[in-house]
């Protein structure tokens, strides 16, 4: 139940967080022909749901990841972070595994990625490391639920390396869970 209660509360905190710059969409256009800052522009509009209908078959979703780890992700990467852009990539990968898709978890990934590679420091922001320590818990949660220890792994390596759990000799900052 508590880590329902944290995965609402990430998912709110994203959602509402970020509604900053809206692209201009036609009203008939459809999600499942959005790319990236389109369908990104849609959801902080619309709110997860959106995605429901925007990978409708693998060859879509498909189109739709390399296109955004190409294009929009490399974009987002030099800009200040937001909650909503990583939440955005969290939902998309909700939206994509009740489908198999092989790479449904990589939006997680992205996020995490999104995250770690702030410019801000951590201990500059506290509400920017509680997010992040919050998605981080939740994507691994998520990933533990559904019974993929390697993806688990894949995530959980990065954070055990000092982001998460600080070293003792380290001189370097690391979020704590208190």
């Known amino acids: 139940m508590k880590l329902l209660a944290v995965a609402l509360a990430v998912a709110a ?5 970020g509604a900053q710059t809206r692209l201009q969409q036609s009203p008939d ?3 499942d022909t959005m790319m990236g800052e389109e369908l990104y522009a849609a959801y902080l509009a619309s709110g997860p749901a ?4 925007a990978f409708p078959t693998n060859q879509r979703y498909e189109d739709f990841r390399i296109n ?3 294009r929009v992700f490399e974009g987002w990467g030099q800009l200040v972070t937001e909650p909503a852009k990583a939440m955005f990539m969290f ?5 994509a595994y009740p489908h198999g898709y092989v790479y449904w978890a990589d939006f997680l990934q992205l996020g995490q990625t999104y995250l770690r590679k702030r410019r801000t420091p951590i201990g500059a922001i506290s509400g920017m490391d509680a997010f992040e320590l919050q998605f ?3 994507a691994i949660a998520v990933l533990a639920g559904r019974r993929q220890p390697d993806l688990v792994d894949t995530l959980a390596r ?5 982001r998460i759990i ?13």
């Open 91 to 95: 939902d998309v990968s909700l939206a």
């Open 136 to 138: 981080n818990k939740t």
């Open 50 to 53: 959106v995605l429901s209908k």
């Open 13 to 17: 905190v994203g959602v509402t967080a």
């Open 158 to 162: 990065p954070l055990i390396a000092g």
């Open 29 to 31: 256009q459809s999600p």
């Open 166 to 178: 600080p070293t003792l000799p380290s001189t370097q900052p690391a979020l704590v869970d208190p």
């Open 68 to 70: 955004f780890r190409d």
